[in-house]
């Protein structure tokens, strides 16, 4: 005999409230709250070179903003944390929160070897319901890789770009020198 457990449904307030005094972030979905798991030293190093890269690039245009920045997903209540997230234009908050985020335009995920299969799939089927959304990069760890799927109308186009190519965003103007980017993060050289 099997006996189901009972899960407690959390609201995105109940969520909220555990963000404001956990020292370690979290993910909300569908009434689960889940934790984000810590980075390594080369995830960080390759959010920052890829968030100074974008900034240098954007600015007097649209925002840069680190992975302290929380987004939701209105159409399906994901609440996220990307690792580097672009708004143009004005800020749109949440109405359940004035420090969530619903209109980027383009965010930047690292993939690391425990979330990368969740990163490229499931997540990606709620960012890409983001109205204001023109582009996910994905950043690989353990090669020179970039992945960027682009909106284009309807559709997504995605685009692998590996050493000495160049990822570039034509809705926003901005690209990633894939060399630059893992050189500024000191990555060894790929094999």
């Known amino acids: ?23 370690v972030r979290h993910e909300f979905l569908d009434g689960e709250i889940y934790a984000m798991a810590g980075g390594s030293v080369l995830h960080a190093a390759l959010s920052a070179a890829a968030l100074a890269a974008l900034h240098s690039q954007l600015a007097g245009r649209c925002r840069v903003y ?35 985020v619903v209109n980027p335009a383009l965010v930047v995920e690292v993939l690391s070897p425990g979330t990368m299969d969740y990163d490229l799939g499931e997540k990606f089927e709620h960012y890409r319901q983001i109205p204001s959304l023109t582009a996910v990069v994905y950043i690989w760890q353990d090669r020179r890789r970039v992945e960027i799927r682009e909106r284009s109308g309807s559709t997504w186009k995605t685009t692998v770009i590996g050493p000495g190519e160049m990822a570039t965003n034509a809705a926003l103007g901005v690209g990633l020198d894939v060399d630059a980017l893992y050189t500024d993060a000191g990555a060894s050289p790929q094999p």
């Open 1 to 23: 005999m099997s006996v189901s457990v009972r899960h407690h449904r959390h609201s995105f307030q109940d969520y909220l409230a555990v963000e404001e005094v956990s020292t």
């Open 66 to 100: 680190s992975s302290d920045l929380r987004i939701r997903v209105r159409a399906t209540g994901l609440a996220s944390y990307p690792d580097v997230t672009v708004v143009c234009g004005a800020v749109e908050t949440d109405p359940e929160n004035a420090e969530t």
